[in-house]
């Protein structure tokens, strides 16, 4: 088995990709600064960047030396994704119904909120992002869900008011917390706003 997999605690990979779901294809992205293997996370932060930490490797002995592979780092990094620098990010500045950092959402309803940002136009989008649950190297409950853009009007150039619905039922996005987005028509998305889906 070691020689189809390569020997990952002498040679970690540290190379990243972007997934353009579009076109269905994988781009380079930066490379990691630290290898992060078994023991790790990666995890989309409210800012949009990731943050990755910990690790450690295999466990395994190294058949040269007979001293242990084992590879901790109880460091972080964070990685800053190039569609964060396309241009000037747009802002959630108001979600119909909020009353404090928390709003919380309905199913199949229409929900307003107030956004600003230069890169708005009537192609911009909404979606939500479950927070993920991450271990292990696995992100096993994040999603990003498109929400369905009912109306847009501009008050000005850079102020825009988003009517949305929520999803139809809980088979689209489960219950609970997610980030609330705004992306604009070059892709570059707002700092998220935290909703709650009941």
């Keep these: 088995m070691k020689d189809l997999m390569g020997d990952m605690n002498r040679v970690p990979v540290l190379a990243s990709e ?11 992205a930066a490379d990691a600064l630290t290898d992060r293997r078994c023991h790790s996370v990666a995890l989309l932060q409210p800012d949009g960047t990731v943050l990755k930490a910990g690790s450690t490797g295999g ?4 058949p040269e030396t007979g001293k242990s592979l084992v590879d901790e780092h109880t460091t972080a990094e964070r990685y800053y994704p190039p569609y964060l620098w396309r241009g000037p990010r747009p802002a959630i500045t108001a979600v119909a119904g909020a009353n404090d950092a928390w709003t919380t959402l309905g199913y ?10 230069a890169g708005l136009d009537a192609q911009s989008k909404v979606a939500l992002i479950r927070f993920g649950s991450t271990t292990h190297g696995n992100n096993m409950d994040q999603r990003y869900v498109w929400l369905r853009t009912v109306a847009q009007d501009s008050e000005s150039y850079e102020r825009w008011t988003i009517q949305f619905r929520t999803p139809e039922t809980s088979a689209v996005a489960p219950p609970g917390d997610y980030m609330l987005v705004v992306v604009d028509s070059s892709g570059v998305p707002s700092p998220s706003r935290f909703v709650h889906l009941s």
Excluded: S, W
Aim: glycine letters at 8%; a negative charge.
């Design 18 to 28: 972007i997934f353009d779901p579009v076109t269905e294809t994988f781009r380079p």
């Design 59 to 62: 466990f395994a002995d190294d």
């Design 108 to 117: 199949d309803t229409q929900v307003g909120l107030q956004a600003r940002g």
